[in-house]
């Protein structure tokens, strides 16, 4: 059986018509998409970024990346789940709590990058993270998922 090019968004939106499918693939892309960010920065610059945690400079590599990207993720989604039990306003609450933990966590590479392209590579990491998980998640929730459409 072949695919074509033009059946693929319907192909796509069946299999995310489950909100945790959803979510697991955000999780995914915004993982995947900070590593391709960490190894642009990488080839760009010639050095991985190197962030002071502490007294001590800590040179951020693939599976620091894909840890902290993964725990972010699943905190975002355990957040977003439990609004949705608890309240029936919680995209617009969870999209706002978002928004502010994004924003206060460019604090992080500005505040700890060590050098310009250090800050730079760690900000566009932050925000690959965001846009694709506040983004996909809001997709995921009640009303805004392929099968709510129907």
Known sequence: MS?????LPGRIDAALDSPWKM????IVDAIVLNVIILLLGRVITGDWPVATVGDDEQTIGIAQVIVVTALAGLVAWGLL????RVTANAKTIWTAIAV???LLSLLGPFG???GTSSKVVL????????????LLMLRST???RPDDRR
């Open 112 to 114: 700890s990058g060590v």
């Open 142 to 144: 009640a009303g805004d």
């Open 3 to 7: 695919t074509s090019i033009s059946q």
């Open 123 to 134: 900000a566009l990491m932050h925000v690959g993270a965001a846009a694709t998980i506040i």
């Open 100 to 102: 502010v933990v994004f």
């Open 81 to 84: 789940a439990l609004l949705e």
């Open 23 to 26: 979510r697991a693939m955000a």
